[in-house]
């Protein structure tokens, strides 16, 4: 008995002298981030107050399209920036916007926006985060511009491609994976467009106007994660006006919002020219211009006119210092005063293109397969027909600021011939021409686009009955979906319709592959053709992608990140006629009920419903449990259940939690995301997982009180794998 009450004793200490240990380092940890947080603020004081107001000012403004001064005497570095929301943009002249005709500038090219959102899977965010602050830094960038994180409210922006969702929580939770991953290659973000830049229509003069709960609850969530939890350096402030004001002057947004309520202690730019005045901008709480017409950089708002407005009194030299104050504390966050320890970075290594392909192959959404057409085995056939001009268009090298000029691209044209073009006869017909025109700032150029080309579909048709399987690559490209204008309707341009229903008829065994990053009208061809699989523009790996996912080598998994309408009069903004608004005003008279939101609650049957996506397997959801049945409001509830892949293939599920209140003071919509996860499975497999939603989180915003509010009562937590598929509930209460 003493020699077990001894070797306890030995253990107690030995246990006590670990936990010291432990407690010391952490404490040690944290008196060193004090010290050089101390530091920094130290160092920033001593900076600005060695400048001339000259030199402060000289920080505050771009002395070329993206660079901005740096003050040499005092050994603070000049500021690079790039586009690269999904790749670093090609190097652009300091003066001009032509390219400089680099040799070295070619990046890894990732699939955008709603490509990512459409993976459900805030891992594959992180790598990405990572493979382009590694890009930046090889390239000597400090600030990346990007992720775009705007709400997808109309199938018809034009920057849908790029903006991840229509949900804000699912925006908030890939948003939040990426920033923190690029950032810790000492690389800045800049979250954008902030905020509401919803449209390109008039998207420099459009005033929006919206209720402030639908601004708290579904316009602002993402940036909040971004700032909060992202801890993202650099916001961009968006083009339009908000409620009267431009949201790169506007004092409740930038002053009360994001400054006092998110405790964001970064840098606030203008996107490029949207600067707008002096005196307002600099009080309101605007750090940094960019871009504008003038040639004289010194003509700049933020330039001589700023230096003028603090001798006369009209802006404080404190403000100046306050701006001056976060332009350095974003440099010293990405170490940009200690480039010996700073992320040398790489380019263009094999893992970065094997992050590039992993998310262009777990983007793809199988919307349909009738008759198990799909996975093609492709060792099975001996001819196999690619139709349509999007099976050879390299997509990457458009879309504006998201242009990337990627090192390679595969096209679907080029992969399938590379990897089955040995054993099968692959038939090519184009089937239909891009007719549109690209011109910055008018969609014209999509004008007269439905034509339909007879001679092409003719010789799509012959190839096809020649063929034991058809591919048609179909959709839109970037004279559809760019920055700078929004498309005139939600229709297939180019004739697909007919080129498609008639090669269908030709030959049943056929796919039709979606190219594009917003919403288009399938009603047309979901009742002709077996299979649709939608594929997005896929980056520099998109034909090795989308090749492995039709032969089956990679089962698909992705979800869709927005609702597919029958008809666009179904989305709310155009049902209420509140798109792109009239007079240079646009009220958001939908509400909450955004996307799903409105589907959902008016009860309305979409083309595809949000979180949709299909799958070469199949799962089932057995299990599901909360830890308790009645919850305090500071509650945390968790959610167990179990998944099992009943297939034969392995695969992945994103199982989706959502929530709804069934009796409220308000309108509520009739469910809401609030939790998800991609689960792994191989065949027979059964995981258990259990996902967390704090009760605050089922709040909705109190307009008349201004504060968040849980009320008492019943909810009911839904389980499925789409917004319309739901298989498990379970009712909780909430004291």
């Given at each position: 008995m003493n020699v077990l009450i001894l070797k306890l004793k030995i253990m107690m200490k030995t246990c006590f002298q670990i936990l010291s240990f432990i407690l010391l380092t952490a404490g040690m940890a944290n008196a060193q981030q004090t010290l050089n947080d101390n530091y920094q603020k130290e160092k920033i004081r001593s900076l600005i107050s060695q400048m001339t107001l000259q030199e402060k000012v000289s920080l505050l403004h771009a002395n070329s399209k993206f660079y901005v001064s740096g003050v040499k005497r005092l050994g603070i570095p000049e500021w690079a920036l790039s586009d690269g929301p999904h790749g670093v943009r090609a190097e652009i002249n300091r003066h001009d916007w032509a390219y400089a005709g680099w040799t070295t500038d070619s990046a890894t090219c990732f699939p955008p926006g709603t490509a990512l959102a459409a993976t459900w899977n805030p891992a594959l965010a992180v790598k990405q985060g990572l493979v382009l602050g590694e890009e930046a830094r090889f390239r000597k960038k400090d600030v990346l511009l990007g992720p775009g994180i705007n709400i997808i409210r109309s199938?018809?922006?034009?920057?849908?491609?790029?903006?991840?969702?229509?949900?804000?929580?699912?925006?908030?939770?890939?948003?939040?994976?990426?920033?923190?991953?690029?950032?810790?290659?000492?690389?800045?973000?800049?979250?954008?467009?902030?905020?509401?830049?919803?449209?390109?229509?008039?998207?420099?003069?459009?005033?929006?106007?919206?209720?402030?709960?639908?601004?708290?609850?579904?316009?602002?969530?993402?940036?909040?994660?971004?700032?909060?939890?992202?801890?993202?350096?650099?916001?961009?402030?968006?083009?339009?006006?908000?409620?009267?004001?431009?949201?790169?002057?506007?004092?409740?947004?930038?002053?009360?919002?994001?400054?006092?309520?998110?405790?964001?202690?970064?840098?606030?730019?203008?996107?490029?020219?949207?600067?707008?005045?002096?005196?307002?901008?600099?009080?309101?709480?605007?750090?940094?211009?960019?871009?504008?017409?003038?040639?004289?950089?010194?003509?700049?708002?933020?330039?001589?006119?700023l230096i003028k407005a603090v001798e006369r009194g009209e802006v404080p030299l404190s403000v100046v210092d306050e701006k001056v104050g976060n332009v350095l504390r974003v440099m010293f966050k990405t170490k940009m005063f200690d480039e010996s320890n700073r992320e040398k970075g790489k380019m263009n290594t094999p893992e970065h293109q094997k992050a590039a392909y992993n998310s262009a192959a777990e983007a793809a959404v199988l919307l349909q397969n009738k008759g198990n057409i799909l996975p093609i085995s492709f060792n099975k056939i001996k001819s196999v027909a690619i139709i349509g001009d999007n099976a050879t268009r390299k997509q990457c090298g458009a879309g504006l600021s998201s242009e990337i000029k990627a090192l390679y691209e595969i096209t679907p044209l080029e992969a399938i011939k590379q990897k089955f073009g040995?054993?099968?006869?692959?038939?090519?017909?184009?089937?239909?021409?891009?007719?549109?025109?690209?011109?910055?700032?008018?969609?014209?150029?999509?004008?007269?686009?439905?034509?339909?080309?007879?001679?092409?579909?003719?010789?799509?048709?012959?190839?096809?009955?020649?063929?034991?399987?058809?591919?048609?690559?179909?959709?839109?490209?970037?004279?559809?979906?760019?920055?700078?204008?929004?498309?005139?309707?939600?229709?297939?341009?180019?004739?697909?319709?007919?080129?498609?229903?008639?090669?269908?008829?030709?030959?049943?065994?056929?796919?039709?592959?979606?190219?594009?990053?917003?919403?288009?009208?399938?009603?047309?061809?979901?009742?002709?053709?077996?299979?649709?699989?939608?594929?997005?523009?896929?980056?520099?790996?998109?034909?090795?992608?989308?090749?492995?996912?039709?032969?089956?080598?990679?089962?698909?998994?992705?979800?869709?990140?927005?609702?597919?309408?029958?008809?666009?009069?179904?989305?709310?903004?155009?049902?209420?006629?509140?798109?792109?608004?009239?007079?240079?005003?646009?009220?958001?008279?939908?509400?909450?009920?955004?996307?799903?939101?409105?589907?959902?609650?008016?009860?309305?049957?979409?083309?595809?419903?949000?979180?949709?996506?299909?799958?070469?397997?199949?799962?089932?959801?057995?299990?599901?449990?909360?830890?308790?049945?009645?919850?305090?409001?500071?509650?945390?509830?968790?959610?167990?259940?179990?998944?099992?892949?009943?297939?034969?293939?392995?695969?992945?599920?994103?199982?989706?939690?959502?929530?709804?209140?069934?009796?409220?003071?308000?309108?509520?919509?009739?469910?809401?995301?609030?939790?998800?996860?991609?689960?792994?499975?191989?065949?027979?497999?059964?995981?258990?997982?259990?996902l967390q939603v704090k009760v605050s989180d089922l709040a909705f915003y109190d307009e008349t009180k201004k504060t968040w509010k849980v009320e008492a009562g019943e909810f009911v937590l839904q389980l499925g794998n789409s917004s319309r598929n739901i298989s498990k509930t379970v009712k909780i209460s909430v004291k």
């Amino acid at each position: 008995m003493n020699v077990l009450i001894l070797k306890l004793k030995i253990m107690m200490k030995t246990c006590f002298q670990i936990l010291s240990f432990i407690l010391l380092t952490a404490g040690m940890a944290n008196a060193q981030q004090t010290l050089n947080d101390n530091y920094q603020k130290e160092k920033i004081r001593s900076l600005i107050s060695q400048m001339t107001l000259q030199e402060k000012v000289s920080l505050l403004h771009a002395n070329s399209k993206f660079y901005v001064s740096g003050v040499k005497r005092l050994g603070i570095p000049e500021w690079a920036l790039s586009d690269g929301p999904h790749g670093v943009r090609a190097e652009i002249n300091r003066h001009d916007w032509a390219y400089a005709g680099w040799t070295t500038d070619s990046a890894t090219c990732f699939p955008p926006g709603t490509a990512l959102a459409a993976t459900w899977n805030p891992a594959l965010a992180v790598k990405q985060g990572l493979v382009l602050g590694e890009e930046a830094r090889f390239r000597k960038k400090d600030v990346l511009l990007g992720p775009g994180i705007n709400i997808i409210r109309s199938p018809l922006c034009g920057r849908n491609f790029e903006y991840m969702s229509e949900d804000p929580f699912l925006i908030s939770k890939m948003a939040v994976a990426y920033i923190k991953a690029l950032q810790s290659k000492d690389v800045a973000v800049s979250v954008k467009h902030w905020i509401a830049n919803n449209q390109e229509t008039h998207r420099d003069s459009v005033d929006v106007q919206m209720s402030e709960r639908a601004l708290r609850e579904i316009y602002l969530p993402g940036f909040k994660a971004a700032v909060t939890e992202g801890g993202a350096y650099t916001v961009m402030a968006a083009y339009n006006k908000f409620r009267g004001d431009w949201c790169s002057e506007n004092e409740y947004l930038n002053r009360q919002i994001l400054r006092k309520e998110l405790g964001f202690k970064g840098v606030l730019m203008t996107d490029w020219a949207a600067a707008h005045t002096t005196v307002k901008a600099a009080l309101t709480g605007l750090d940094l211009e960019m871009g504008t017409d003038k040639k004289d950089y010194n003509e700049w708002y933020f330039a001589d006119p700023l230096i003028k407005a603090v001798e006369r009194g009209e802006v404080p030299l404190s403000v100046v210092d306050e701006k001056v104050g976060n332009v350095l504390r974003v440099m010293f966050k990405t170490k940009m005063f200690d480039e010996s320890n700073r992320e040398k970075g790489k380019m263009n290594t094999p893992e970065h293109q094997k992050a590039a392909y992993n998310s262009a192959a777990e983007a793809a959404v199988l919307l349909q397969n009738k008759g198990n057409i799909l996975p093609i085995s492709f060792n099975k056939i001996k001819s196999v027909a690619i139709i349509g001009d999007n099976a050879t268009r390299k997509q990457c090298g458009a879309g504006l600021s998201s242009e990337i000029k990627a090192l390679y691209e595969i096209t679907p044209l080029e992969a399938i011939k590379q990897k089955f073009g040995a054993n099968v006869k692959v038939n090519f017909a184009r089937g239909y021409e891009k007719q549109s025109t690209f011109k910055e700032g008018s969609n014209r150029g999509q004008s007269n686009s439905d034509n339909v080309d007879w001679k092409l579909i003719q010789e799509a048709v012959k190839v096809a009955k020649e063929s034991d399987v058809v591919i048609i690559f179909g959709g839109l490209n970037h004279d559809f979906d760019t920055e700078s204008f929004d498309r005139q309707n939600m229709d297939l341009p180019y004739g697909q319709e007919v080129l498609m229903r008639e090669v269908a008829k030709a030959n049943p065994k056929t796919v039709v592959v979606i190219v594009a990053g917003s919403p288009v009208k399938l009603a047309g061809i979901v009742n002709q053709v077996p299979a649709i699989l939608w594929s997005w523009y896929g980056g520099m790996e998109a034909g090795n992608a989308v090749a492995d996912v039709l032969s089956g080598k990679v089962n698909p998994s992705g979800k869709l990140p927005f609702t597919i309408p029958v008809a666009l009069d179904q989305s709310p903004a155009h049902a209420l006629g509140n798109f792109p608004g009239k007079d240079l005003k646009v009220n958001y008279e939908e509400d909450v009920l955004v996307g799903y939101r409105w589907f959902d609650t008016k009860k309305i049957q979409p083309q595809f419903p949000f979180g949709y996506g299909l799958s070469y397997t199949g799962f089932a959801l057995s299990g599901f449990s909360t830890d308790k049945n009645i919850y305090e409001k500071d509650g945390i509830i968790h959610a167990k259940f179990a998944v099992k892949n009943t297939g034969r293939r392995y695969g992945a599920e994103v199982v989706q939690l959502y929530v709804s209140d069934p009796v409220s003071s308000v309108l509520r919509p009739e469910k809401e995301l609030k939790a998800f996860e991609k689960v792994f499975l191989q065949p027979g497999e059964t995981k258990t997982v259990e996902l967390q939603v704090k009760v605050s989180d089922l709040a909705f915003y109190d307009e008349t009180k201004k504060t968040w509010k849980v009320e008492a009562g019943e909810f009911v937590l839904q389980l499925g794998n789409s917004s319309r598929n739901i298989s498990k509930t379970v009712k909780i209460s909430v004291k």
